[in-house]
């Protein structure tokens, strides 16, 4: 039996997902990701079953990555305000700072992988929200409304701002690039929405 290479397991993982943004799932292949990381297509079977296998497990550690920065030092009892906020901050620095998971990401959403990977990514995270939500309806600082408007509301500004920059174009096809007084503008509009 082969021995796993920490190295040459990154290097490959590295590679599927550059792949996988590039060329989607149609055009991927276990055969052109052996070439391009310079490994044999056997070597590739050391560490993942097949080419499903290594899709959900790629986007998996790319989700828990994503979940690890929006959680980090957010506490669900912060008051609304703040704790959006820090969402607002952890989220725009992970995708800006990881471009291509935020392209997986956008490809999964759309694709039959979606429902397993999100389920293992979103174990305690959705807990969390949901408990900085009911405490911010709880205490006023939030309008009571379904999840999907709230989301909507919430998040959609921000990650169109986020699709924007990493396309280059906004509405129009007009050059685009993300700012942080743009951001800041767009939450400040978002909290009067979702203030009571």
């Not at 290097?11 to 990381?37: D, H």
């Amino acid at each position: 039996m082969r021995v796993r290479d920490e190295n040459k397991e990154q290097l490959v993982r590295q590679k599927a997902l550059e792949m996988l943004v590039k060329e989607g799932f149609n055009g991927f292949s276990m055969q052109k990701l052996a070439k391009a990381a310079n490994v044999s297509p056997a070597t590739l079977y050391i560490y993942y079953k097949d080419k499903d296998d290594l899709i959900v497990k790629i986007g998996i550690e790319e989700g828990l990555k994503m979940k690890t920065a929006a959680l980090k030092d957010f506490d669900p009892a912060m008051h609304f305000e703040e704790g959006l906020r820090l969402q607002w901050k952890n989220r725009s620095e992970f995708w800006l700072n990881n471009r291509l998971s935020y392209e997986l990401f956008e490809l999964l959403r759309q694709s039959s992988y979606k429902e397993k990977i999100f389920e293992s990514i979103f174990i305690g995270f959705k807990e969390t929200m949901k408990a900085f939500v009911m405490n911010a309806v709880k205490n006023g600082e939030l309008k009571p409304m379904p999840v999907e408007v709230y989301w909507s509301m919430a998040f959609a500004p921000l990650n169109n701002l986020i699709r924007f920059h990493i396309e280059g174009r906004s509405l129009g096809n007009m050059p685009f690039t993300f700012s942080e007084d743009l951001m800041w503008q767009t939450f400040d509009l978002v909290i009067k929405a979702l203030k009571p």
